[in-house]
């Protein structure tokens, strides 16, 4: 094995093992493994192995796909895959050049922009999680572009990707032909930092909140309103994004760094700037719909971030038989659905996006 490559699968099986120690992601899982505890990551209902991976007859003999026995599988084959590879892992010989890494993905799912009117749907919902056990590319570090095993496994698993989203919000999928809606990928812990911390469990670093007179206030969009100095009601972004570059220019904290004024007018400002920046993001985050040059509004949880959030990727699905070559042979992957819970948050959220 080449220097570089020694090198780089270290560093992989390194970065594998501290993502899989982040304090936090079983709280996202949909139910308990012991199988999962070595790696702490994963998600999904517990599989039932009565019927499992049979395949069901219609009236004239023909077998037909049961999406929901191949979501159950899937779900088994997860856990096995994360056992395997923890196995593996932990007896590996990195003189070997036969070198397997596992990343694990948050696959959203949403209407496809311009197909529907599926107001539920219109943003990302984070809907499943596709594991994937491919052997080390010696290019794996030059780009950091996705993988191309990553769009293929979601590509060869969409049928059970769209039954984990119906099984989340029956109401918001099931109405969507299944060619309607598109899907995205991101790393989970890019997906635990910057979106589960931020909307579930609300470690954003404007926290929604701010202080006035000493005390913490939680931000409402009426307060946000009054802050901004709009009117009750006012939903036009072109007259909130005026205000608030307005009010962020004169309470800039550089304006009040003289002499002139004293720490405690520094203070005021200071507190009102935070104020006004929190204000706008509860009005512009989620509610207010942002377009693009092509007319498509902005998504929200795809902003979330920032620049710093570089590893969301939507993607295109490719044709299952091109997909069907190369999963499970080229590389082994499964997906497993998520806590409903978690998909509903970013439901409602969308659903009061639409009638703001």
Known sequence: MSTRLL???????????????????????????????AAGMGMGTKPSSK????????????????????????????????????????????????????????????????????????DWIPVAQVCVVRPIHSEDNDDGELDSSVPTAVSFYCREIFHAACRASPSTFQSLPRNHVEYSVEPYHSFIKYVYD?????????????????????????????????????????????????LMFELHPDRFANEGNTQEE????????????????????????????????????ASLGGKDRSEFYPIELMSMDKASA??????????????PDVSMAFIARNQAAAKR
């Open 7 to 37: 090198l780089l699968s270290l560093a992989i099986a390194i970065e594998y093992r501290a993502v899989t120690s982040f304090s936090n992601p079983r709280s996202i899982m949909a139910r308990p493994s012991s199988q999962l505890s």
């Open 51 to 122: 019927g499992m991976g049979k395949k069901s007859k219609d009236k004239k003999g023909t077998s037909s796909f049961d999406v929901a026995k191949a979501l159950i599988k899937s779900e088994k084959r997860y856990d096995e895959l994360l056992t395997e590879f923890n196995k593996a892992n932990a007896a590996a010989d990195y003189e070997d050049d036969m070198i397997d890494i596992a990343t694990e993905y948050i696959v959203a799912a949403r209407c496809k922009p311009g197909s529907s009117p599926a107001s539920a749907a219109s």
């Open 198 to 246: 931020e909307v579930i469990e609300g470690k954003s670093s404007g926290g929604g909140s701010f202080e006035e007179n000493g005390a913490t206030v939680v931000m409402t969009k009426a307060k946000a309103r009054e802050i901004l100095m709009l009117d009750a009601g006012c939903k036009d972004l072109s007259v909130i994004k005026q205000s608030y570059k307005r």
């Open 266 to 301: 520094r203070d005021a400002a200071s507190n009102r700037f935070l104020a006004v920046k929190v204000a706008y993001e509860t009005l512009a985050s989620g509610g207010v719909r942002v377009t693009e040059a092509n007319g498509q509004a902005k998504s929200w949880y």
């Open 326 to 339: 190369l999963c499970n042979k080229a590389f082994k992957a499964a997906v497993a659905g998520v806590d």
